[in-house]
């Protein structure tokens, strides 16, 4: 069962723009979230996260928003820039430390 | 650099010939992952050691099985592949006791090719 749901496979964004990748989850009891860009041929590594007692939390470029009502996460990033094209998996963690992840979302960024 | 490191990057074997793909580590982390991806999937928990003890995901197949040796090395062990088990493998390392959210650091993967 897929606690962790990002329905959109994919995001084209010009250069400059905001990318908003959106993620959904079933799970009220996540305590963590958690962003991973993946680029090909690498392995997954770690970008932001947040804590389910925030609704904000920022770091340069981007920025993690969750609204915990409507079991919804997203991440903004601010301006686009070539080298974010990627794919962008969200993840959480619930009262133990295991991660359950989304499809992901594959973002190009358009020069 | 302090790093997880997976090999081979690509394996390929045949039909039910065992195969075992390994991970190692320098980061010094308590708690490795293996995880199974398929294409355009989530990567989906196979099984994990805090330290020394093996915790098994429930829907993990009897065919998959897993040996850490010591702290730096983790090994997955595929009895007999099928053709299912074809996918990328990412190992993963975090450090936990020290609060929750820790980010689990990933090796490159191990792309599993059966025949």
């Known amino acids: 069962d897929q606690q962790v749901k990002q329905n959109s496979p994919s995001l084209s964004v010009q250069e400059g723009r905001i990318s908003i990748l959106n993620c959904d989850y079933t799970?009220?009891?996540?305590?963590?979230f958690l962003w991973y860009k993946k680029y090909p041929a690498e392995g997954p590594t770690f970008l932001i996260s947040?804590?389910?007692?925030?609704d904000k939390n920022e770091d340069g470029r981007f920025t993690v928003f969750l609204n915990k009502s409507a079991k919804h996460l997203s991440l903004h990033i601010v301006p686009s820039q070539p080298g974010d094209s990627a794919v962008y998996f969200c993840?959480?963690?619930?009262?133990?430390?295991?991660?359950?992840f989304g499809a992901g979302t594959t973002v190009t960024v358009r020069a | 650099d302090a790093m997880v490191i997976q090999n081979p990057r690509y394996q390929v074997t045949q039909f039910g010939k065992p195969v075992t793909l390994s991970c190692s580590q320098t980061?010094?982390?308590?708690?490795m992952y293996w995880y199974q991806q398929k294409s355009s999937q989530a990567p989906k928990l196979l099984f994990h050691?805090?330290?020394?003890?093996?915790?098994n995901e429930a829907d993990t197949p009897d065919n998959f099985q897993s040996r850490r040796p010591n702290t730096s090395f983790c090994f997955l062990d595929i009895r007999s592949p099928g053709l299912g088990d074809a996918a990328m493998y990412l190992c993963?390392?975090?450090?936990?006791?020290?609060?929750?959210?820790?980010?689990?650091?990933f090796g490159d993967g191990t792309r599993l090719s059966i025949l």
């Open positions: 947040i804590s389910s007692i925030k």
């Open positions: 799970n009220s009891m996540f305590d963590y």
């Open positions: 050691y805090y330290d020394k003890d093996f915790n």
């Open positions: 993963a390392t975090s450090r936990e006791g020290q609060g929750f959210g820790q980010p689990q650091h």
């Open positions: 980061l010094n982390h308590n708690v």
């Open positions: 993840a959480a963690i619930r009262n133990d430390y295991k991660l359950s």
